[in-house]
């Protein structure tokens, strides 16, 4: 391993920063003995404030129709091969009920920008949630939404919101959207979110089409600056009908390589190893706990729709019950010398 890469990493632990350059530097000094060392020091990190719990959040993938067109997205509007389906309030209760039974609670609802969510719809199953669960966390994850319709969501009783950022480079953000979609309208949702209230998460994808190191050190920029509740990255792999089907897959060396720094950039942040990663390789998810995530995000979608919310190819935890994705994934944690907790999991941030 290269000095420069021992010293950014002291100083990256110690101050929680580094300039643009640097965080290019680290990324472009990646070597395996680099990694070892950055995961030890992001483990030691999490321990200190999380000890070996790993939280879980119930995943419902409410919707699959999206008026998006986002070139990596497998649901993509212009996708006529992929069966659209969209759960009824009923269905949505009936998986947090059956989740809730198997002790989450948390709810991630999460799908494409589908019209049908009104406000007025998806209020109401907010509210229904909220008063059948009120010990639990809603969390919405629902793409780019007004001021007006997330500050309705939040008094109806969400109180978290997933909104990847995608990348925090505007010309690389014009790459992976159609011009219809804007930079600045993603930012100014986020910042929205937070103003709100909500515990607000951002977010990328690792080895994105054309991503470069530069680019990936704004992603690092902006996550120190905006310093996210929760922050959701995982490999890009690219789905068969989209313009990216021929784009090779992020890699998952880079992606925990990156899970270890964002660790130390902001200690307390809530950081799921993702499904993308588990699909990426095997062992992908407990990998990426080791590297310093703390969230798993087992499925509680009805298995009869689970195989149509394929975001890219071969996508793990399509065929399982909902109970046994849980299993499945305390287990995995178990294997690795952490404990899979039931509790909230809100963000510590007063260990800092
Ligand atoms: N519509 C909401 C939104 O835009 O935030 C939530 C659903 S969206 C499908 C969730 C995330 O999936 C996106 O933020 C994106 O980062 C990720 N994603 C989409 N296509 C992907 C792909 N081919 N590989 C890996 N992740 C992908
Ligand atoms: Fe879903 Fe293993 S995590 S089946």
């Given amino acids: 391993?290269?000095?420069?890469?021992?010293?950014?990493?002291?100083?990256?632990?110690d101050r929680h920063a580094l300039s643009l350059a640097e965080y290019q530097a680290l990324i472009d000094g990646y070597s395996p003995e680099a990694a070892e060392m950055?995961?030890?020091?992001?483990?030691?990190?999490?321990?200190?404030?999380?000890?070996?719990?790993v939280f879980t959040r119930g995943l419902i993938e409410i919707s699959n129709i999206c008026r998006n067109d986002c070139y990596y997205c497998g649901i993509r509007r212009s996708n006529r091969l992929c069966s659209r389906y969209r759960l009824s309030e009923e269905q949505i209760l009936e998986c947090a009920s059956q989740g809730h039974a198997l002790g989450f609670?948390?709810?991630?609802?999460?799908?494409?920008?589908?019209?049908?969510?009104?406000?007025?719809?998806?209020?109401?199953?907010?509210?229904?949630?909220?008063?059948?669960?009120?010990?639990?966390?809603?969390?919405?994850?629902m793409g780019e939404r007004s001021r007006e319709s997330y500050r309705l969501l939040f008094e109806?009783?969400?109180?978290?919101y997933l909104l990847r950022h995608e990348t925090a480079d505007k010309a690389h953000y014009q790459k992976l959207?159609?011009?219809?979609?804007?930079?600045?309208?993603?930012?100014?949702?986020?910042?929205?979110?937070r103003d709100i209230g909500y515990q607000t998460g951002c977010g990328f994808m690792v080895g994105s089409p054309g991503q470069t190191s530069a680019e990936l050190a704004r992603d690092l920029k902006f996550i120190e600056e905006f310093r996210p509740d929760m922050c959701g990255i995982g490999p890009f792999i690219p789905h068969k009908d989209t313009p990216?089907?021929?784009?090779?897959?992020?890699?998952?060396?880079?992606?925990?390589?990156?899970?270890?720094i964002i660790r130390l950039i902001y200690p307390p942040v809530l950081l799921p190893a993702t499904t993308a990663l588990g699909t990426i390789h095997p062992q992908g998810r407990e990998l990426g706990i080791r590297a310093g995530a703390n969230v798993v995000m087992p499925n509680l979608s009805p298995v009869a729709v689970r195989g149509k919310y394929t975001l890219y190819d071969n996508k793990i935890c399509t065929g399982e019950e909902s109970a046994e994705c849980r299993g499945c994934l305390e287990n995995r944690m178990r294997s690795i010398g952490y404990e899979l907790v039931t509790d909230?999991?809100?963000?510590?941030?007063?260990k800092r």
């Fill in 1 to 13: 391993m290269n000095q420069k890469v021992s010293e950014l990493t002291e100083k990256l632990a």
């Fill in 38 to 53: 950055l995961a030890g020091r992001a483990d030691a990190v999490r321990r200190s404030i999380y000890g070996n719990a």
């Fill in 105 to 141: 609670r948390t709810f991630v609802l999460q799908g494409g920008e589908d019209p049908y969510y009104t406000d007025e719809v998806l209020c109401k199953i907010v509210s229904a949630l909220r008063s059948s669960y009120p010990d639990c966390a809603i969390t919405l994850s």
């Fill in 156 to 160: 109806a009783g969400a109180d978290r």
């Fill in 177 to 193: 959207h159609p011009p219809e979609m804007s930079f600045d309208n993603r930012m100014k949702c986020l910042r929205a979110l």
């Fill in 244 to 260: 990216f089907h021929d784009m090779p897959a992020g890699t998952l060396y880079m992606t925990c390589y990156l899970l270890s």
């Fill in 344 to 350: 909230r999991g809100d963000i510590k941030k007063e």
